[in-house]
């Protein structure tokens, strides 16, 4: 079982930046791909971005590309989503995702085990 933890949510002005934190326990970080997820209200979810096991192989979806980061910390267990230039579309709960059988996914049917979800508002 591996449980994931997010935080850093919030709100933030327009243009502002936020880091959000996925914590995981359970089983060796090093051995799960690693997604972020958003679902907006009235929205199906979407992929943010994903990186491998290593963290060498990185997607991002073409709505964030440029302005969000996603990284990780084997040692910390812990993956990383930095945001910049903040705008009011990209208001919605974040999820982190963990998916056990690939090194790599940008498929959410993938993933296995999901966190419960931070909350990020972006005020215009």
């Known amino acids: 079982q591996v449980q994931l933890v997010e935080s850093g949510g919030g709100l933030v002005q327009a243009g502002g930046s936020l880091r959000l934190s996925c914590a995981a326990s359970?089983?060796?970080?090093?051995?799960?791909?690693m997604g972020w997820f958003r679902q907006a209200p009235g929205k199906e979810r979407e992929l943010v971005g994903s990186?491998?096991?290593?963290?060498?192989?990185?997607y991002y979806a073409d709505s964030v590309k440029g302005r969000f980061t996603i990284s990780r910390d084997n040692a910390k267990s812990t993956m990383y989503l930095q945001m910049a230039s903040l705008k009011p579309d990209d208001t919605a709960v974040y999820y982190c995702?963990?998916?056990?059988?690939?090194?790599?996914?940008?498929?959410?049917?993938?993933?296995?085990?999901w966190g419960q979800g931070t909350q990020v508002t972006v005020s215009s």
């Open positions: 990186i491998s096991r290593t963290g060498a192989t990185k």
């Open positions: 995702a963990a998916a056990l059988s690939t090194d790599y996914s940008t498929v959410s049917r993938d993933y296995d085990y």
């Open positions: 359970g089983r060796t970080f090093s051995s799960l791909a």
